[in-house]
């Protein structure tokens, strides 16, 4: 098999980390006799600096010819980052219909969790985050901008469509694994659009009967993650509460940058992209300490989502090994003193000599 990959590195570490672990993706691959093209695309913060745009008008009809995209992290100190997100990722997921955000949270062996008594595999999630709508949807507007009596509204809009894309996703994680799903809302507070997703929640729950549904208002839920994470197995989550409980479990797995991220096309119409979680993190740009484990990981999920699933699972196998020996280099976010380039390296020789 082959596959033509669009990367788009980003900014600050996200193209450090893009360049330090694209090449072991293409021999991983080949070794496993699978063809990887790629094509690099320089959008982002700088390109926005010089020519007033992220990426070009025609940028989603060149993505869509592609089987997968990986995105860096991307964010600039000298340009807002509702600029940075309204004007690449969420066009790129919007535009292609990308419903499904699924972002796993696990413990690995070796890894140091902040939060006392959890050892590896003890936190072991996934979130599943409506990615297209909810609370980033692109409504609302200002009035009377500078006066006193300014004025800003913002709205959320949850559709059938998407609500029932994401929910049924989650369910179907649940049936794969443990069998307990966790709807996380707001519904006390917020009584049209997230009554309206949980009851969605329960229609689609009468399909699965063999899954246990726990139901939780989010502050409940961002509390229980940090005193009970090793109770939750699935969970389904609007855009902004999906996108803070991620943070969240990122977190209280080692580090933010380990955190692996999807954002999937359910129909297969156009192609999903994946991303690690953390941020451009501009104050260590150029030190080359940047842990490139998120990025692993979601390579390991495009493997997957391709239906490459030994070579997904040798990645994934690949970096746990790693992080349970005490031995090998790490980066100093997981309590190492090595180099991006010490953490790829190692892990090449692991999985290729």
């Known amino acids: 098999m082959s596959y033509d990959i669009a990367v788009i590195p ?22 496993h006799g699978v063809e990887i093209e790629t094509t690099w695309f320089d959008w982002g913060s700088e390109r926005y600096l010089e020519e007033g745009a992220l990426m070009p008008d025609d940028g989603l009809e060149t993505l869509k010819e ?26 790129i997921t919007k535009g292609f219909n990308q419903h499904i955000c699924k972002r796993p949270s696990y413990l690995f062996d070796g890894v140091e969790s902040p939060l006392r008594g959890y050892g590896g595999g003890d936190i072991d999630l996934v979130v599943y985050r409506q990615n297209t709508e909810g609370e980033y949807a692109d409504v609302g507007g200002r009035e009377h901008q500078g006066f006193g009596n300014e004025v800003a509204v913002q709205s959320a809009v949850y559709t059938r469509e998407g609500t029932e894309a994401i929910v049924r996703a989650a369910f179907e994680a649940a049936t794969e694994r443990s069998g307990k799903l966790t709807n996380i809302t707001k519904s006390n507070a917020q009584a049209y659009g997230m009554v309206f997703w949980d009851e969605i929640v329960e229609e689609i729950s009468e399909e699965y009967p063999d899954i246990t549904v726990e139901r939780l208002l989010v502050d409940a839920g961002s509390m229980d993650f940090v005193r009970r994470p090793n109770e939750f197995d699935v969970v389904v989550a609007s855009n902004l509460f999906g996108d803070i409980l991620t943070d969240i479990g990122g977190i209280i797995s080692g580090s933010l940058g ?68 005490s031995d090998a280099p790490r980066t100093p976010d997981i309590g190492g003193t090595a180099t991006t380039l010490d953490v790829v390296g190692d892990l090449e020789e692991r999985l290729l000599e």
């Open 66 to 91: 592609f089987d997968a995209i990986l995105l860096g992290a991307v964010g600039h100190p000298d340009v807002p980052d509702h600029v940075t997100l309204r004007n690449l990722r969420l066009p």
């Open 258 to 325: 380990m955190a692996p991220s999807t954002n999937i096309n359910p129909s297969g119409e156009y192609p999903s992209m994946f991303e690690p979680v953390h941020g451009s993190a501009f104050d260590i740009m150029g030190e080359g300490i940047a842990n490139p484990v998120g990025m692993l990981l979601s390579m390991s999920l495009m493997f997957e989502h391709l239906e490459e699933d030994d070579l997904a699972e040798t990645l994934w196998d690949g970096v746990g090994a790693q992080l349970a020996d």
């Open 10 to 31: 980003g900014d600050g570490i996200g193209i450090e980390v893009t360049e330090a672990t694209e090449p072991l993706l293409i021999e991983l691959a080949a070794a």
